[in-house]
């Protein structure tokens, strides 16, 4: 069954260990914020410090892992039909766009979206950890500067990822204009048993 | 009062808002790991996305703010004299000796000396974000590509940073082979009263 995260919202659920989990754009420029949590013990969350060592690369995709702050394999990412990610940047909050984008009006974020799906499994708002920023397209140069570019995503890119451990995981469709070429777009997942 | 931190170990403080930090590199090619918490609730804390994503860079000096996971500033950087740091890798923890090094015996790591420096203010060991890594040389391709060079700091080299609220400090002098070009040194760090 594929599920839909409306534009601007987001979704929590659980996985088991040994399910996959694909996170589909299917319509294109839209990113898709992932957390993950230990299902058996909260505390053990998604590191991007601990990825980034790890695996060696800023560029998380096919054949890389994501790791916890407890040196963890959580998912491993078994197919990706974009490939450009992002895990530097924090998932945007409401501060993203009274300082970044200097509009002091309420305006969603994926921070929200993750605290508010995440609340029902006992997770706060300073629980969220740095997110793996599905299809998000940072890019980097080599003095170090960031700037946040359209996604390279075509309509029905996805990304398939296997639980390495029992997980509560938190997804969103973007809310930051930037991130996603200034139209804001669905994200679709689909749960895959592993039994 | 200049401290010192003997070589592969750590240590913890409280600083008030408008205190400064100088942290010295007393023999050159030495990395120190730095954390934040918020002094009047543990569980405001440094996060590297928030940084990264304020300030728009990947090499983060003087001139640039520390920030917290509440989009606050917890720190600014007033001086930096050798300029090359890291904020990409987690604190090298038992798991990267027995992971990347290959080594299955007991080996000293920032993790183990922020978070046992650091339980005297009620902060375990889950707690611990990703470390501001002081002197730390980690280049990066275009491709993405990460590696860990030896530290362009030279002997008296150090940053001064202004806490912009309470703080409790952890910093370490490194203990992983490779950030510090397979020699152990120890760092010295003064605390400079804003009153």
Redesign the interface.
């Known amino acids: 069954m594929i599920n839909t995260i409306e534009k601007q919202t987001g979704a929590a659920f659980r996985l088991r260990k040994g399910d996959r989990l694909k996170v589909i754009d299917p319509q294109g420029e839209q990113v898709s914020d992932i957390v993950l949590f230990n299902a058996e013990d909260l505390?053990?969350k998604l590191?991007?410090?601990?990825t980034?060592?790890?695996e060696?690369?800023?560029?998380i995709t096919k054949g890389h892992h994501l790791w916890s702050?407890?040196?963890r394999k959580m998912m491993e990412i078994l197919e990706d039909t974009n490939g450009r990610n992002d895990f530097?940047?924090?998932?945007c909050?409401p501060?993203?766009f009274q300082?970044?984008y200097k509009n002091p009006e309420y305006h969603p974020s994926c921070f929200e979206n993750l605290h508010t799906n995440l609340s029902k499994y006992g997770i706060?708002p300073?629980d969220?950890?740095?997110?793996f920023n599905i299809f998000m397209n940072v890019q980097?140069s080599?003095?170090?500067?960031?700037?946040v570019d359209p996604p390279l995503s075509k309509a029905g890119d996805y990304m398939l990822l296997e639980a390495k451990m029992d997980l509560i995981v938190g997804l969103t469709a973007c809310s930051a204009e930037q991130s996603n070429n200034y139209a804001f777009k669905p994200i679709q997942y689909e749960i895959i048993s592993g039994e």
Chains 1, 2 share one sequence.
């Not at 590191?47 to 601990?50: E, Q």
């Not at 530097?88 to 998932?91: E, I, K, M």
């Not at 969220?128 to 997110?131: D, E, N, R, Y």
């Not at 080599?142 to 700037?147: A, E, F, K, M």
């Open positions: 505390r053990e590191s991007s410090g601990k980034l060592d790890f060696e690369t800023i560029l702050n407890r040196s530097l940047l924090a998932p909050s501060e993203t300082i970044m706060a300073d969220i950890p740095t997110a980097f080599p003095d170090g500067t960031l700037s």
